[in-house]
């Protein structure tokens, strides 16, 4: 919930951001944000464009709520 929105928050801010430089702002492993991520792209809550080295996180935007 907190990580969540922490993940959230901080790829809406700087879409390019990348694993590693997630991991130093919030203290946390990269396998650990790697986790994160993937539990919000699979809740359709964020979704990557291009590639994973020049890609950027985009938030998804559920149709139905």
């Known amino acids: 919930a907190t990580d969540d929105y922490q993940m959230i928050f901080l790829v809406t801010h700087n879409p390019k951001i990348s694993y590693s430089e997630l991991a130093r702002i ?3 492993s990269i ?3 790697k986790r994160l991520i993937s539990k919000l792209k699979k809740d359709g809550l964020i979704k990557q464009s291009g590639s994973p080295r020049g890609g950027e996180w985009i938030l998804s935007r ?3 709520s």
Request: aromatic share 0%.
């Open 62 to 64: 559920d149709e139905n």
């Open 31 to 33: 396998a650990t944000i």
């Open 26 to 28: 919030t203290g946390k």
